[in-house]
């Protein structure tokens, strides 16, 4: 059955109101406005009348299944064109002039107006979704929005003012984002949980792949990426998509094994992933379905009480302009506040008891991450809606407070995860050849890495802390605390990680003890998220992040010492040196660099702990990045298999310390707390963070790596970059080989 149908009396119940929304937004073509925002309500309306036609045509063709989904009917370049006029708003080459652009707005509209106006053209941008998928209350309620605040303007202009008041428009959008909870996160809980609502589903599992009209029909922007990606997918043999699939479903698999966790109790599984991928999205539902789970493929979120302000969960295309998705991350500044912070969970807590049985259902996510893009290095600008400190706090807790309440019904120690990485086509003219590349590097041998990993883990496991220095100009000095061991043959504080939750296989970590862990960690080049972040250090004292600063703002991309994580401010307060020209003074680009950090590494917390230290055992995707010279693009989920890396945030064992977990020799991990975790039994509000994030040291920027005793005397894991343990050695054969070959791994 096709979900709209199970939308159908929704929609059947909202009509009239829909109509009347679009009779009234259609008058509005022939009115007198005011400017200058006349001007801004005669483009959002033309814009609306647009989405009219196009959930016109979809209600008309969407169910048809001799014509196909959405607009099957249409040529390639139709569908392409149509797809360009949707989004051409807001794409690089318009977008300086476009309303959803807050410094146009403000410079438009004036300061306020400005900021208010571009929210709600954003939001409203949402319809284009919305269309697709036939939700017409989203629609009609987005349409009383817009003539709400249209009728507040055009009153004032009677009454001979150029504007009303700033706070009346500001407290229709506060109302309408409070009121309409209930509609926008009940839906977003939903999808995420029932299969039923198939939108997704159907596309990947009933549409012809070899036609690649298939990509426009889910209201995605579609750029050449999904265009190349889904072609590149449609040449490949079909043993090859056959073992893509059957990694990434079987290390969803492993996950539960590993961890002990009974998969038969589940019956669904969340598919993330970029458009393009639907070749090897198709067979791996096929594996899944064997495995007794249904698929549940939801979008990424599309409105701002719903979007991640780091990163998107779900299916989705490219971006259609990453500076767009960055002005618009902190929009919650307009309504956050204690009472919408206690609405929002109110509401979250409601859709998770409506939907308990199919959250106790599900399994987990199953993602699949694509890599390749040239660093985003963002326009900082002062018209962006951003959270003062009392909001930032109030984000964080409710953060917090939503985990635990996704815990009640879904808990942690009864679900896993896995995660895959592909390249995109971005990565240059070796995309074919990474891609294949990858591929090997996704299957390497599970057991000979187990075996060698094990070594390690015996090596670390008779140390009271571990020493890690950098090389190469790499300044970083780390000390390590780890848990006493009571019994070395029954416990160990490593886990043996290979092609499970996180693929590819080669890593072995722990939990440290926060107390005695310190010193300096830098990287001269990382990948976070969507940024690239250059000469990036951080300073650490009793496991705690009390220093930051990176070079992103530097003309060299350099930086002197960490600086003060406090000179950071508030979030969104970068600066405004997004424009092109340098940041101008040195502590102007420091100040910036810093407040960068905060957002996206720090998650605007003022200090994290060290939730994690691994030391990665992948030399093959070290050795493969090295040859094509692509170490600066390669996301987390290889790069942190390339040498130690070091999460700060939540553990790696957050909401689930309880549930023992056994390497594969019988041992058990037992390192899966630390101080700050441990508050949970007395304060849960203290003991998470809601975020965990990765920052690697790789191979080429590392120096030594020491297990140290009790007593003093030291175990070399790695000197100089090269594996020195008895029974490791076979590692550096790739690194060997990478030496040899291409230009180095660093982007300097």
């Known amino acids: 059955m096709d979900y709209r149908i199970l939308l159908q009396k929704e929609n059947d119940a909202v009509r009239e109101r829909y109509e009347l929304s679009m009779e009234r937004i259609r008058s509005m073509n022939t009115e007198e406005m005011q400017l200058p925002y006349g001007c801004y309500f005669k483009k959002v309306s033309a814009f609306i009348r647009r989405i009219e036609r196009l959930a016109k045509r979809v209600e008309e063709t969407g169910l048809s299944r001799e014509a196909g989904l959405d607009g099957a009917f249409l040529t390639l370049e139709e569908l392409r064109e149509e797809n360009h006029a949707l989004y051409q708003d807001i794409l690089p080459e318009n977008y300086g002039e476009s309303f959803a652009n807050p410094d146009y707005a403000v410079e438009v509209l004036g300061d306020g107006y400005g900021q208010l106006l571009s929210f709600l053209y954003t939001e409203i941008r949402a319809d284009i979704v919305y269309a697709f998928e036939m939700r017409l209350m989203n629609i009609t309620i987005l349409n009383e929005l817009f003539l709400e605040v249209y009728n507040l303007f055009a009153q004032a202009w009677e009454e001979g003012k150029n504007a009303p008041l700033e706070q009346l428009i500001k407290d229709s959008l506060y109302w309408f984002v409070s009121d309409y909870a209930e509609v926008t996160v009940d839906w977003r809980i939903r999808e995420g949980l029932d299969p039923a609502l198939s939108f997704g589903t159907d596309i990947v599992m009933e549409q012809d792949l070899t036609d690649l009209r298939y990509l426009y029909a889910y209201g995605e922007y579609v750029s050449e990426t999904e265009i190349k990606l889904a072609s590149f997918m449609n040449s490949l043999p079909q043993e090859t998509i056959d073992q893509m699939a059957s990694t990434y479903t079987e290390g969803f698999r492993k996950g539960f094994q590993v961890m002990g966790r009974d998969l038969k109790k589940k019956r669904t599984v969340v598919v993330e992933f970029q458009l393009g ?49 960055y002005d618009h991350r902190y929009d919650s500044a307009l309504y956050m506040g204690n009472a919408f912070k206690e609405r929002k969970l109110a509401v979250l807590r409601s859709a998770y008891e409506t939907y308990r049985k199919e959250a106790a259902w599900c399994a987990g996510p199953a993602l699949v991450e694509t890599f390749g893009e040239e660093g985003f290095t963002p326009v900082n600008k002062k018209t962006a809606l951003a959270l003062n400190a009392h909001q930032e706090a109030l984000t964080l807790a409710y953060a917090n407070e939503s985990r635990q309440i996704v815990n009640q019904y879904m808990p942690g120690d009864e679900t896993s995860f896995t995660i895959i990485a592909f390249p995109k086509p971005e990565i240059g003219p070796d995309f074919e050849a990474v891609f294949r590349e ?49 019994d070395r043959e029954k416990e160990t504080n490593f886990e043996n990680c290979v092609s499970d939750v996180n693929i590819p296989l080669g890593e072995v970590f722990t939990s440290p003890i926060l107390k005695g862990t310190e010193g300096l960690l830098h990287v001269k080049n990382v990948y976070v998220e969507d940024y690239q972040f250059r000469n990036l250090r951080m300073v650490f004292k009793d496991g705690k992040v009390t220093e930051y600063s990176c070079g992103n703002f530097e003309e060299d991309g350099s930086t002197g010492e960490a600086g003060n994580g406090e000179a950071a401010g508030a979030a969104g307060s970068v600066g405004n040196a997004g424009n092109g020209e340098t940041a101008g003074t040195a502590g102007e680009a420091r100040r910036q660099g810093q407040a960068l950090v905060k957002q996206v590494i720090m998650r605007n917390h003022d200090w994290l702990p060290l939730g994690e230290f691994a030391i990665g055992t992948n030399t093959t995707a070290y050795a493969v990045a090295r040859r094509f010279s692509i170490g600066d693009k390669l996301p987390i989920l290889i790069a942190e298999k390339m040498g130690p890396h070091f999460a700060v945030g939540d553990t790696c064992y957050s909401f689930a310390e309880d549930s023992p977990m056994y390497n594969p020799d019988g041992r058990e991990v037992i390192a899966r707390d630390n101080e700050i975790s441990l508050l949970r039994k007395t304060d849960m509000s203290k003991a998470y963070f809601s975020c965990h994030t990765d920052i690697t040291i790789p191979y080429s920027e590392l120096g030594d790596i020491k297990a140290v005793r009790a007593d003093g005397s030291r175990i070399d894991i790695i000197r100089q970059g090269r594996f020195v343990l008895e029974g490791t050695e076979e590692l550096n054969e790739a690194l060997d080989e990478a030496d040899d070959g291409a230009a180095g791994l660093d982007c300097e």
């Open 277 to 325: 991928f639907e070749r090897m999205i198709r067979r791996a539902v096929e594996y899944f379905r064997e495995m007794g789970l249904e698929p549940i493929c939801y979008r990424a979120a599309v409105e701002s009480v719903n979007r991640r302000a780091n990163g998107r969960r779900g299916y989705y295309g490219t971006s259609p302009n990453k500076q767009y998705d």
């Open 438 to 486: 990858t591929i090997r590097i996704n299957t390497l041998d599970y057991e000979k890495y187990q075996k060698i990993q094990q070594r390690i883990i015996r090596a670390l496991d008779e140390a009271s802390h571990v020493l890690i220095t950098g090389r190469g100009g790499n300044e970083t000095y780390m000390k390590v605390s780890l848990h006493p061991l009571k």
